[in-house]
């Protein structure tokens, strides 16, 4: 196909950059936005020349992707209607709010030969994008991502709004089934936990201790991983990147003995990237790197480490 003919349902923060995403690529027509809330879906509309729906099941017969930004609660319905009519859907983290809808939608994209991708940014930032080659059976992970309060998708805790992305990127990385969890986290300005600090045990071995906050003064996005004869510090923010390596096996007697490289990627626009790579599978291109089954994985853990805080 030519041209995808391309809508967004939800039109809130993050469907506006949807919107506007699917409107700049050149292969994709954005035809239409689905909103309940008919005077901001109107106006945004409006701004971009297309169609304003106050139903998302209007979408079908009409267009041949979708991107799913609504509040999660809403996720497996939406999805369900699209991919049954066999419409391809690009769909916010977190997927759904549990594992037995995320293994539905799975299934059903499966059965219908559809397109089912995840958004989960992160993995199309440059500093990790860089790395993932020489990460080798990492040992230990530990990530922070802190950010100040922002006053949207409250409607799930910090660990299926934050954390979920470095879950996601330490099982690309580790490549091992969860065997255990130890959490805590606190509810501070919400009713959600704000913050929230989770060690996570791998069948292989590795271990990786990850926190995130809601309530912070500033923004900090980094990874540490830990492998042998190696440790890769990334600034995921700043999109920069530093790897330490051994020289030789024998011990490191000074810093001489260490290879130290430092990486700086340009700044980029990941949704864009996500957008585009999303439309690409859809043509017929590779499939996506996050494909439902492995957005069900990052779900399964947050929601693993969601009910330990609770216990």
């Given at each position: 196909m030519d041209q995808i003919r391309t809508a967004v349902v939800g039109v809130g923060h993050m469907g506006r950059w949807h919107a506007d995403k699917f409107a700049a690529l050149k292969n994709s027509?954005?035809?239409?936005?689905?909103?309940?809330?008919?005077?901001?879906?109107?106006?945004?509309?409006?701004?971009?020349?297309?169609?304003?729906l106050n139903d998302y099941r209007d979408l079908i017969g009409q267009v041949d992707a979708v991107s799913i930004a609504t509040?999660?609660?809403?996720h497996f319905d939406i999805a369900h209607a699209l991919l049954d009519s066999g419409i391809h859907v690009l769909i916010e983290k977190p997927m759904t709010s549990t594992v037995e809808q995320a293994r539905e939608l799975v299934e059903l994209a499966s059965g219908k030969n559809v397109v089912l991708q995840v958004g989960h940014l992160e993995r199309f930032n440059p500093a990790i994008a860089g790395l993932t080659k020489q990460v080798d059976n990492p040992q230990f992970i530990?990530?922070?991502?802190?950010?100040p309060y922002k006053p949207r998708s409250l409607d799930v805790s910090v660990v299926l709004d934050l954390m979920i992305h470095d879950i996601d990127l330490i099982h690309s990385l580790v490549r091992s089934p969860m065997a255990q969890v130890e959490a805590t986290g606190k509810e501070i300005i919400t009713d959600n936990f704000d913050i929230a600090n989770a060690r996570i045990r791998f069948e292989n071995g590795c271990v990786a201790n990850v926190t995130s906050s809601r309530i912070s003064f500033k923004t900090e996005h980094k990874l540490r991983i830990f492998q042998s004869n190696a440790y890769f510090s990334i600034d995921l923010f700043n999109k920069k990147a530093t790897s330490y390596h051994k020289k030789s096996e024998g011990p490191i007697r000074s810093p001489m003995d260490i290879k130290i490289s430092k990486s700086?990627?340009?700044?980029?626009?990941?949704?864009?990237?996500?957008?585009?790579?999303?439309?690409?599978?859809?043509?017929?291109?590779?499939?996506?790197?996050?494909?439902?089954r492995i957005g069900m994985e990052a779900l399964e853990t947050a929601l693993a480490i969601t009910e330990a805080i609770r216990h």
């Open positions: 027509h954005l035809v239409a936005l689905a909103d309940q809330d008919g005077d901001r879906c109107r106006q945004l509309a409006s701004e971009f020349g297309v169609d304003a509040p999660t609660a809403s530990e990530s922070h991502r802190i950010s700086s990627a340009k700044k980029s626009d990941a949704l864009l990237v996500q957008s585009e790579a999303f439309l690409a599978s859809v043509a017929g291109g590779p499939p996506p790197v996050v494909n439902g």
